[in-house]
Nanobody, 127 residues
Framework: QVQLVESGGGLVQAGGSLRLSCAAS??????????MGWFRQGPGKEREFISH?????????YYADSVKGRFTISRDNAKNTVYLQMNSLKPEDTAVYYC?????????????????WGQGTQVTVFS
C-alpha cells in the first residue's frame, strides 16, 4: 500500500511563505522511480497542475506560469519526500494542495497518469 501524506499547509498573510512536504511510504514503493507533481484545487475551480520534479535525480522541474518565480519544488530521496517552497503568496493561491506520483514520469497535467495521490493540505492566504 502506497501512501503520500502532505503537510505544511495553513493560514498565511499575503506576501508570506509556506513549505509543503509530501512524504511517501510503502513496502514496494521505490521513491526514486517516481516523478512527483503538485496540483491544487481552489474553491469552485478545476484541479490545476502547478509543478513537477523528475524521478531519480530530479534534474528536470516544471512550473506553471501562475507560480513560476515564486514556488520551488525539490526532493530528498533519502527521506522519500518532495517539497514545495511557496514564497510571495497571494490570495489566489488559496487552495487544497495535492502531491501525486507518476512512475518514471515527466511533467504532465493529466491527472489520470499519476499512480498515487495524497489526501491534500489546505493553504489559505488572506490579504
Amino acid at each position: 500500500q502506497v501512501q503520500l501524506v502532505e503537510s505544511g499547509g495553513g493560514l498565511v498573510q499575503a506576501g508570506g511563505s509556506l513549505r509543503l512536504s509530501c512524504a511517501a511510504s510503502g513496502r514496494t514503493f521505490n521513491f526514486n522511480d517516481y516523478g512527483m507533481g503538485w496540483f491544487r484545487q481552489g474553491p469552485g475551480k478545476e484541479r490545476e497542475f502547478i509543478s513537477h520534479i523528475s524521478w531519480n535525480s530530479g534534474a528536470s522541474t516544471y512550473y506553471a506560469d501562475s507560480v513560476k518565480g515564486r514556488f520551488t519544488i525539490s526532493r530528498d530521496n533519502a527521506k522519500n519526500t518532495v517539497y514545495l517552497q511557496m514564497n510571495s503568496l497571494k490570495p489566489e493561491d488559496t487552495a487544497v494542495y495535492y502531491c501525486a506520483a507518476n512512475r518514471w514520469g515527466v511533467a504532465d497535467p493529466r491527472t489520470y497518469v499519476y499512480d498515487h495521490w495524497g489526501q491534500g493540505t489546505q493553504v489559505t492566504v488572506f490579504s
